[in-house]
């Protein structure tokens, strides 16, 4: 499907990258997207084997679900909670952290939708997961440009952040001095400030606690960090796959699977699923329920974006530590987890309420968002070879196929009247004429720039 790109977002990203290059900032491009840990963490790796060793003599091998939950947000030992894993100082780079035009165009796509929603009077601008806040401030910025086009609208920016010392991080990017922890630990948001701009910011622990209202939401490398369940198909059914102590090196773990099944194979495996390995996220899923029904309540989108695949896929979980896979039983607590996201589960799990678009890869929502137009004018306003070599490294690293252009994808959830055709006029001369078509949604569909 081709749609003409020449009206609504193409003027939304006409105005924001019609500024020469010298008013971007792009960050430096990496070869290798994951960065070696930081020092001095012997003492957490051993503490965290120490506490899961603990726990399997007490009550058994435990669940992959619950050995990732330990290992990444312990909230003494976590991997999150303790770690800042992110930047050239961390165990990976994500997109936001390569190049600022990568949230530029995410900011782009929010815009657009919120006004192909009608323009409502509130935008509350949700991420989940949200890093070092690159993202976010790249979309503030989106925002601040566009002013005249949100016009008298209530914006409002909410994170939804785990990790203590990444939203200390997300603070001081994102507003300076101008937050503050909150007094009672009851408090829904316990962390609140401002932008330079006056606009607000809240932190919140779980979803469930953001305020309701027309929202958009947005999940990059969120959902990859959820825990998941393993299952193996054995000639007795599924059972589940556990962690257990190596009986041989009662210092090291071992994957076994349950003599016999389990609650979560029980429930969590799909009568007709055809592979023999399967990696269920029921947290992922419990997530999505919660995004869907907020959009169909209140009104918005959502836009995931991580590495995945549609149901295809088997066994993906792995560590990253130091550039390199990395053993995901060796060591807890020194290297991140992480499995494939299956949007094939996503997708089953949103319901048929709202609307799901995708999954596409990265390569084809950034061009069909118009990245190929925007580093045209970036080289074309860029005279210096060294930025000029910079530009092309990141475009390169983001849409390249065997770089991130292939290995990420794009998920939508949007309210089923955004795809619905408008009413058809009444009238006898206007019988005839058939309805308008809905809107494109952007990044999605293959768009024309006129």
């Not at 084997?49 to 003494?76: D, F, Q, S, W």
Request: glycine share 8%; hydrophobic share 35%.
């Amino acid at each position: 499907m081709r749609a003409c790109f020449g009206v609504k977002t193409q003027l939304l990203i006409s105005r924001v990258f019609s500024r020469p290059s010298t008013a971007v900032r792009w960050r430096a491009a990496q070869t290798r997207l994951l960065c070696s840990p930081p020092t001095g963490e012997e003492k957490p790796q051993r503490s965290m084997l120490r506490h899961l060793t603990t726990k399997i003599k007490a009550t058994g091998p435990i669940p992959v679900a619950e050995y990732m939950r330990e290992v990444l947000t312990n909230p003494v030992t976590g991997y999150y909670v303790r770690n800042n894993m992110l930047g050239p100082d961390g165990d990976f780079i994500t997109s936001p952290e390569i190049s600022q035009i990568f949230g530029e165009l995410l900011g782009v796509w929010i815009v657009s939708e919120w006004m192909g929603a009608g323009r409502p009077t509130q935008l509350q601008l949700v991420e989940l997961g949200p890093g070092k806040g690159s993202l976010a401030s790249d979309v503030l910025r989106v925002f601040s440009q566009l002013r005249s086009v949100l016009g008298g609208a209530s914006v409002s920016l909410h994170l939804v952040e785990v990790s203590p010392a990444l939203s200390r991080l997300q603070a001081q990017s994102l507003t300076g001095s101008r937050s503050q922890e909150a007094h009672a630990e009851d408090e829904p948001a316990y962390r609140r400030g401002e932008t330079t701009g006056g606009l607000p910011v809240s932190w919140y622990r779980r979803l469930e606690d953001v305020p309701t209202g027309f929202s958009i939401f947005l999940a990059h490398e969120f959902f990859d960090a959820l825990p998941i369940h393993k299952f193996q198909r054995t000639q007795k059914g599924w059972r589940e796959v556990m962690v257990d102590i190596d009986p041989e090196k009662p210092n090291q773990l071992r994957f076994v699977v349950a003599p016999s099944p389990t609650l979560a194979s029980s429930a969590l495996v799909q009568a007709d699923e055809g592979r023999g390995h399967v990696e269920v996220c029921a947290e992922g899923g419990v997530i999505i329920q919660q995004l869907a029904r907020r959009i169909l309540e209140d009104g918005g989108a959502a836009l995931i974006a991580d590495y995945g695949h549609d149901g295809t896929k088997t066994d993906t979980f792995r560590g990253f530590k130091d550039h390199r896979l990395h053993d995901v039983l060796s060591s807890p607590g020194s290297a991140d987890l992480t499995a494939d996201v299956d949007f094939s589960y996503l997708r089953r799990m949103a319901g048929g309420g709202v609307a799901c678009l995708g999954p596409v890869p990265q390569r084809t929502f950034l061009k069909n968002m118009g990245i190929d137009s925007r580093m045209q004018v970036l080289l074309r306003n860029c005279s210096d070879a060294s930025t000029r070599q910079q530009l092309i490294a990141s475009y390169d690293v983001l849409t390249n196929p065997a770089k991130m252009g292939e290995r990420f994808h794009f998920f939508g959830l949007l309210h089923p009247r955004r795809l619905a055709r408008p009413p058809r006029p009444e009238g006898l001369k206007l019988e005839k004429k058939p309805s308008p078509a809905p809107l494109p949604v952007a990044g999605f569909t293959e768009l024309s720039f006129s």
